[in-house]
């Protein structure tokens, strides 16, 4: 099949071209999907996007309009697809529901453990030759409550990993995980985790229920000076709240591989332009803010996952006229 692919990097190049093995003709482009840029996939029946493409109605029409009828998402969330639209424009969707749950987990806890023992910090100061240890000060991780919201795949690996160490583990998710109970794990309600918590872990996915959901209340409720550590979608967290928070000593330390206004930022070299996004050049300023720019999946391994599944929901789509993973429209 003829396959368009959006915000094309070298990597997704190179992981493509290894699982593809020429069954498919894949245009590499890169360029953002977006309402202007749909028509570059003219006469594509298959268009590859990623987390930051536009999906909105607009671009769905102008896809469909080019011959487009699937839409095979390198990414396990589709917060950014007007699944509604797509529907009405004739256009399946797939996604990848799983490629490197450990990667996301084990990233997670680099932010938490870098946070804590300030590595990052100190490793400035010994390229300048300060060895002083004030302001280096952390933690024992050991018997610290951690809280982990969203205890999926990546969310149970957290929890294991968190236990490993030590914690307290907490959990909040609508549906508990027999896994992370077998763990030692704890389920609350998502504003006792929020209380009891010197370290609160977001893996939950984008949903209605889960947007803000890091917002002025639920910062109140945290213990002064907790940490808060986002690898799962950005607008889960308010950051005009979370700045708050940090101005006030309410959240001790804030560790992001996401952004609610992330896409026109992540993934984009950047260094040469001055910053016009003045709340997360605000969060820049702060000593106690770890910011990493959406990679947390970014490992040899899920690269390789992800370009086979995505290969595989088009393989399926050309078969039968169905992914192998289809991203369907919740009722109304």
């Known amino acids: 099949m003829q396959v368009t692919m959006f915000s094309a990097k ?11 093995r020429d069954r498919h003709r894949i245009d590499f482009l890169e360029p953002r999907l977006t309402p202007e840029t749909a028509t570059l996939a003219r006469g594509a029946e298959v268009v590859c996007a ?11 029409r102008g896809l469909a309009a080019g011959g487009t009828r699937l839409v095979a998402l390198r990414s396990a969330g589709f917060n950014h697809v007007d699944l509604a639209a797509a529907t009405a424009a004739g256009i399946a969707v797939a996604r990848v529901p799983a490629y490197s749950p450990h990667a996301v987990a084990e990233h997670a806890l680099a932010l938490i453990l870098t946070l804590n023992r300030k590595t990052h910090r100190a490793w400035n100061r010994v390229r300048d030759g300060n060895f002083a240890l004030d302001g280096l000060l952390g933690f024992d991780m050991h018997g610290k409550v ?7 795949l990546i969310g149970s690996i957290v929890v294991r990993l968190l236990t490993g160490f030590g914690c307290t583990v907490l959990a909040s998710d609508p549906f508990p995980n027999s896994d992370c109970v ?6 609350v309600e998502t504003d006792a985790l929020f209380a009891e918590s010197d370290i609160v872990a977001l893996q939950c996915p984008l949903t209605p229920e889960t947007r803000h959901l890091v917002n002025d209340r639920t910062i109140g409720l945290m213990k002064p000076g907790a940490m808060l550590v986002n690898t ?3 607008e889960v967290v308010d950051t005009r709240a979370v700045i708050r928070g940090l101005k006030s000593g309410r959240i001790g330390a804030l560790g992001l591989d ?3 206004e992330e896409g026109d930022l992540f993934f984009e070299d950047l260094s040469g332009e001055v910053m016009t996004d003045d709340v997360f050049a605000r969060l820049l300023t702060f000593p106690n803010v770890l910011i990493t720019g959406h990679q947390a999946f970014f490992t040899a ?5 992800i370009a086979e599944t995505t290969l595989a929901n088009i393989d399926a789509f ?10 369907l429209r919740r009722p109304a």
Do not use: C, I, K, M
């Not at 930051?52 to 109605?57: P, S, T």
């Not at 951690?146 to 999926?152: D, F, L, Q, S």
């Not at 077998?182 to 389920?187: D, N, Q, S």
């Open 182 to 187: 077998a763990l030692g794990a704890r389920y």
């Open 50 to 60: 990623f987390v930051n493409d536009d999906l909105g109605a607009d671009t769905l």
């Open 146 to 152: 951690a809280g982990v919201v969203g205890t999926g």
């Open 301 to 305: 391994e899920a690269l390789q996952a």
């Open 10 to 20: 070298p990597y997704d190049r190179r992981s493509f071209a290894a699982a593809n």
């Open 232 to 234: 799962g979608r950005g």
């Open 258 to 260: 996401v952004y609610e």
């Open 318 to 327: 050309a078969a039968t006229g169905a992914p192998l993973h289809p991203v």
